[in-house]
């Protein structure tokens, strides 16, 4: 199934509600009042993959009013699926002015290299709109220069599909008591706040081992297969192993989120919980004798000196 269709089919159960708790990168939960937030006009200028999750978000949580979604054609399969599915909610315009002037918050999801000419054709409302940009390498500078919005009105933010089903965290940076956004992104799953860009830089390297995860689970997916044949012939099918290996560790993934909410030695505590001597005990600790996580740090530290722009993410040769 295509992920926009994937997102929207999965988010649309009027069962499901947002369950996660919001953080900040320094304390405690948002303590605004909710039932105080009039309904809101949300706008998306670009529609990608990131921008449908969020706005599949939006579309189906119960704690933040929304009166309309305003988005941009551009892609047109989303943003006409986006518009299939909540057509009282959602409206798709050609001419992204038109978002402008249906929408006070808007989120800005243009590629790095359509952010200047794209928001330096429009003309943004200093008294009405806020900004909140997924451009990851645009600062927080240029797009004050390209909206000539004031600073307390432009916020950068990076989030992953979850969104669309309120299981994600969204990243937010600068850090501020904003009285709808910090509850409207809360509604998608949870928020972290980062005290400045270079704060966000750092806490945007952890988004980018998705890649990393998935391939973890292939490999353990793979290894099944290769390795689960009896003697009479009869083997782990692909899809059994692919199945056991995703339950598997959306189960671990589970235990995890519910003991990181409040408790920063969470993963410590996890790792002290495997008995002593035991198969997950010895996997850890073969993985450590091989570098495993040592290599981890260093694939770390490489997105990290990309996301600053000191170099390409490149291994050294």
Not at 305 to 312: N, P, T, V
């Amino acid at each position: 199934r295509p992920l926009i269709s994937s997102l929207l089919i999965t988010s649309s159960s009027s069962e499901e509600t947002a369950t996660t708790t919001a953080m900040s990168s320094s304390s405690s939960n948002n303590n605004n009042n909710v039932n105080d937030i009039p309904p809101q006009k949300i706008g998306f200028i670009g529609c990608g993959t990131i921008a449908a999750a969020i706005a599949t978000g939006l579309a189906t949580q119960t704690s933040i009013p929304i009166q309309s979604i305003s988005v941009s054609r551009r892609s047109e399969s989303k943003s006409s699926l986006l518009q299939q599915t909540y057509p009282n909610l959602i409206t798709v315009y050609d001419n992204n002015q038109d978002i402008l002037q249906n929408a006070d918050i808007l989120f800005i999801c243009v590629l790095p290299e359509q952010t200047s000419d794209v928001l330096q054709s429009l003309q943004f409302n200093p008294t009405k709109h806020t900004i909140v940009s997924l451009v990851s390498t645009t600062t927080l500078t240029n797009l004050a220069t390209y909206t000539q919005l004031p600073p307390s009105q432009i916020f950068k933010c990076i989030c992953l599909p979850a969104v669309s089903r309120h299981e994600g965290v969204c990243l937010l940076t600068p850090k501020s008591p904003h009285p709808i956004l910090l509850p409207m992104l809360d509604s998608l799953g949870g928020v972290v706040q980062a005290h400045n860009e270079t704060q966000m830089n750092a806490m945007m390297v952890p988004t980018a081992l998705m890649g990393n995860m998935y391939g973890i689970l292939q490999s353990s997916r793979d290894w099944l297969v290769q390795n689960g044949g009896t003697d009479d012939g009869e083997g782990i099918s692909k899809q059994d192993a692919t199945y056991l290996v995703g339950k598997l560790f959306w189960g671990m993934m589970q235990d995890a989120e519910r003991q990181c909410q409040d408790n920063e030695n969470a993963f410590e505590e996890l790792i002290d919980e495997q008995t002593p001597g035991g198969l997950n005990e010895q996997g850890l600790k073969n993985w450590r004798e091989l570098g495993a996580l040592e290599s981890l740090s260093v694939v770390q530290d490489k997105l990290f000196e990309r996301i600053c722009g000191k170099s390409d993410g490149s291994l050294d040769k």
